[in-house]
């Protein structure tokens, strides 16, 4: 079926069809092709399932809600086209929940849960190679995506031990990773490329990340001295992260970081080992509380090593007292996670501003 700019395709609620269902016509920015549901508003949503890629969208300007992807061989939605929103979809049970691919840019994931996407597409002894159970896989670029519950992205690994992203991104640049909350993933996100490509200037702001597992982390980027680098110009701000377990990393800058590979700021980290490390000159960091066993990088001037004072393991609101209250700096966002409003100067450091 030809579909043009303003058509709309509805599918039942407390339906459900196997197979791959395939979006190649496009909207216009005026006029998009709408995919939405319709029914029963307390029956399931609409699902499909059993594909290797249940919603493939080629086309450009769709606006896509209220469908759920499940069981798929690798990706719940693929985004091949530019300027799509997705927005209040559900993908779980597969290798990837959302994947936007390369030459994908401009696209939207926005209010979505994305829930134990945790299959392993590469799993085997040896190689360094083992990929898999990413809730988002960023690979194009000047993407959006907000607002997002990311949960369960984890996996066992032969190479690993564990491996899973709430969002990866490879090869992907300028993409804006901002206001989801994630919980019980591997890690919250991994940046890299292949030779030849880059993945550089993206920034991650006003995320919550909490796990239970024991081994768990909240970003890795690398520098030169690596095949999968140098990663430039990666910007993390006024992120909350509770990691408790033993084998738990915050930060990890390595083989070759400097200023030009990250910089941070206004980030409440604790974690049950390792709050950050770095090698080389260093990241660039200021402005943050972290607390743990261990700190492997020289923290800012205004940055300080202690307990945060989180509501609770989960709830990482600040209670009065914290340190990270007043402890930011503006970097130009005017809401926090909860949206409530964020002062222009002696912002609180994390997600969330307290509230007296």
């Known amino acids: 079926m030809t579909l043009a700019p303003g058509d709309a395709i509805a599918f039942r609620r407390g339906e459900s069809w196997t197979g791959a269902l395939s979006l190649t016509s496009s909207g216009t920015a005026e006029a998009p092709v709408t995919l939405t549901e319709y029914g029963d508003t ?16 080629h086309g450009s300007y769709w606006r896509i809600s209220g469908l759920r992807a499940t069981d798929c061989y690798w990706a719940g939605f693929e985004v ?24 994908a840019d401009h696209n939207t994931l926005r209010d979505s849960e994305l829930t134990d996407n945790n299959k392993m597409s590469v799993n085997t002894p040896g190689g360094d190679d083992d990929s898999g159970a990413f809730g988002v896989l960023l690979n ?18 032969y190479d690993y031990g564990f491996d899973g992203a709430a969002v990866e991104v490879y090869g992907g640049d300028r993409n804006r990773v901002e206001y989801n909350t994630t919980r019980n993933n ?54 909350s992260v509770n990691l408790p377990g033993d084998e738990t990393q915050g930060w990890v800058c390595y083989a070759g970081c400097s200023p030009d590979i990250l910089m941070l700021r206004n980030n409440v980290v604790q974690v049950g080992g390792k709050t950050g490390y770095e090698d080389g000159t260093g990241a660039d960091e200021d402005h943050g509380v972290y607390n743990g066993v261990q700190t492997q990088f020289e923290p800012g001037p205004n940055s300080v090593v202690a307990d945060p004072l989180f509501v609770s393991a989960t709830d990482l609101r600040l209670l009065r007292g914290s340190p990270a209250i007043e402890r930011g700096v503006g970097v130009g966002y005017t809401t926090d996670l909860a949206g409530a409003p964020v002062p222009a100067t002696q912002p609180d450091a994390g997600a969330y501003q307290h509230r007296p």
């Open 42 to 57: 307390e029956a399931a949503p609409p699902t499909i399932d059993g594909a290797g890629v249940c919603v493939t969208v």
């Open 80 to 103: 091949r086209g530019t300027h799509n929103t997705l927005d209040s979809v559900t993908a779980d049970h597969n290798v990837a929940g959302v994947v936007i691919g390369p030459g």
């Open 140 to 157: 194009g670029d000047d993407n959006t995506v907000t607002g997002n519950s990311i949960t369960g992205s984890h996996a066992i690994s």
């Open 186 to 239: 591997t890690t919250f996100t991994e940046l890299g490329h292949d030779a030849g490509e880059t993945a550089d200037n993206n920034v991650f702001a006003y995320n919550v990340v909490t796990s239970e597992h024991d081994v768990a982390g909240f970003l890795v980027t690398r520098g030169a001295d690596v095949g999968t680098g140098p990663v430039r110009h990666t910007v993390v701000v006024n992120n």
